[in-house]
């Protein structure tokens, strides 16, 4: 009884940090800021220049002092669920760790110490120090939503986060930036490898073929917040719809969390449309599969509502449209008299042109790798035509290089601002398309069951149809590849996908259903 009576005691402190951790999120308010600053201001009598600074330091120490009683109340609520102690348990735990278990922590660690040592070495550039890190200069934080909802965007709430980064002078930043590839990382592992001995591969590929010049275009924080961290925040939403495939118990707290990161994650116009049509995609065929709704797809259809919400509110902002006047004329005054099919075009130059002639991405590299392994040991016809496309994207890389990008198929601009005629650009555009097709049929052929190639050959589609947006943009050329973030990581999805089916296949490792 006395073991309940904590165990019990345990849970409700643990609930009550959940709830002081969520109440005190308000301090990240500015506006909230401002009362609080103002009363101080009236006490003592003088103007408090820091104190915003400060208050958002002592939240932050709040919340780590929070999270770590958090966990050592669910410590001691386990220790007494076990019967032990804590020195018992920990030895226990050890002791039964696998080598699995090892390797993929021992990586781990490896991957957020180079992580950290990356980011500070990072400072703010761009947007970060001509925008964001003055914009409630002068004004309130009402006012600045106002005044951005109007006039700019309906980023909101990722404005919101973006302005407080830059209240703690680009640390808070630093580290949210870390935690956010970790998160990524650690849920690609999740969903994708089935051995966590393999996790390094994983982490290797994002440190190494990660865009990382991209995420800088516009200042660190500012691509960052805006591309990598709603990517991050989808995260759990992927995890927990391969929960419900698999038909693995949800808890409501993993699902009421998840919304919370997706209110932010479709904030980006991008990933509200990517995650519309992947969770709608996915809700029909579980109806395909099941012939009726179980109680876990109502998630899928709360996540197909709150997208489909977000769109509304994107579509409807006029920020948005004052936005694009005022990007045709800073960026493209030729935009608006492009016709559809030129529109088309543009997306399809600009993309694969980005991935095939390896300017300054190496994307591509681990998807042809595992592609070539995977075919090698399947089908010497597939095998030999995996060579000659892992050839072409090597070609397009040396002549690139060699005639300074004005090699025909690097050549990601329209007849009317390129050097060459219509008819060799949609030659161009064709050749570039057949390459791409030819890469989706030999993702669907690699793996070991159709049904898997097909699943990831559609991920796929989805992450181009993500980027393939910014071509009815006029920021096509001036945004630049920081938009592909997202097609990015769904290539790192299906290489992943794919290194785990063949191991699987090769050394027999057993694997969950994707």
Not at 274 to 287: A, C, E
Not at 294 to 316: E, G, H, M, P, R
């Amino acid at each position: 009884m006395k073991d309940e009576a904590v165990i019990k005691f345990m849970k409700v402190a643990m609930t009550l940090c959940v709830v002081f951790g969520m109440l005190s999120l308000v301090i990240f308010v500015p506006q909230v800021r401002e009362i609080i600053i103002g009363f101080g201001e009236s006490a003592v009598g003088h103007p408090l220049n820091q104190l915003s600074k400060a208050l958002i330091g002592l939240e932050v120490l709040f919340l780590m002092i929070v999270a770590a009683a958090f966990m050592l109340f669910k410590l001691i609520a386990f220790v007494f669920q076990q019967h032990t102690d804590v020195y018992t348990l920990f030895q226990s735990k050890l002791r039964t760790a696998t080598d699995d278990a090892w390797a993929h922590y021992v990586a781990l660690a490896v991957f957020v110490l180079v992580l950290c040592v990356l980011h500070f070495c990072l400072a703010p550039s761009g947007d970060d120090v001509n925008y964001f890190n003055h914009a409630l200069q002068g004004t309130t934080y009402l006012d600045f939503l106002k005044t951005r909802y109007e006039t700019w965007s309906s980023r909101l709430i990722i404005e919101t986060v973006l302005i407080n980064c830059y209240a703690l002078n680009f640390g808070l930043w630093r580290v949210l930036d870390v935690a956010a590839l970790v998160v990524i990382a650690e849920s690609l592992v999740y969903i994708c490898v089935p051995q966590k001995r393999y996790a390094v591969f994983v982490y290797t590929v994002i440190l190494l073929c990660t865009d990382w010049l991209a995420l800088e275009s516009a200042g660190w924080g500012a691509t960052t917040v805006n591309y990598l961290w709603p990517l991050a925040a989808s995260m759990p939403m992927f995890i927990i719809a391969k929960k419900i495939n698999n038909n693995l118990p949800i808890s409501k707290k993993a699902m009421a969390f998840s919304f919370l990161l997706l209110a932010f994650a479709i904030n980006q116009e991008q990933v509200a449309a990517w995650l519309f049509g992947l969770s709608l995609s996915f809700l029909l065929y579980r109806l395909a599969k099941n012939h009726r709704l179980t109680k876990n797809d109502i998630y899928i259809i709360d996540s197909v509502l709150i997208c489909a919400a977000a769109l509304v509110f994107t579509l409807s902002c006029p920020g948005n449209v004052h936005r694009f006047t005022a990007e045709v004329g800073n960026w493209f005054p030729q935009y608006p008299s492009l016709s559809l099919f030129e529109k088309l075009q543009l997306g399809i130059l600009t993309i694969f042109t980005y991935y095939f002639s390896l300017r300054v991405n190496v994307v591509i590299v681990p998807l042809c790798i595992m592609l070539t392994v995977a075919l090698r040991a399947k089908s010497k016809r597939l095998f030999i035509l995996q060579v000659i496309l892992d050839a072409f994207i090597l070609l397009n890389a040396v002549l690139w290089g060699v005639t300074k990008g004005k090699w025909l198929l690097a050549n990601n601009r329209l007849p009317q601002f390129a050097g060459f005629s219509k008819i060799v650009v949609l030659c161009e555009c064709a050749v570039l398309l057949i390459v791409a097709i030819a890469f989706l049929c030999q993702i669907i052929a690699a793996f070991s069951a159709k049904s898997k190639g097909l699943y990831n050959a559609f991920f796929l589609i989805a992450g181009f149809c993500s980027a393939f947006i910014i071509a009815f943009s006029p920021t096509v050329y001036a945004s630049g590849s920081r938009c592909y973030l997202f097609l990015s990581y769904t290539i790192f999805f299906v290489v992943f996908n794919l290194m785990s089916d063949y191991f699987t296949t090769k050394f027999g490792i057993p694997i969950m259903e994707n």
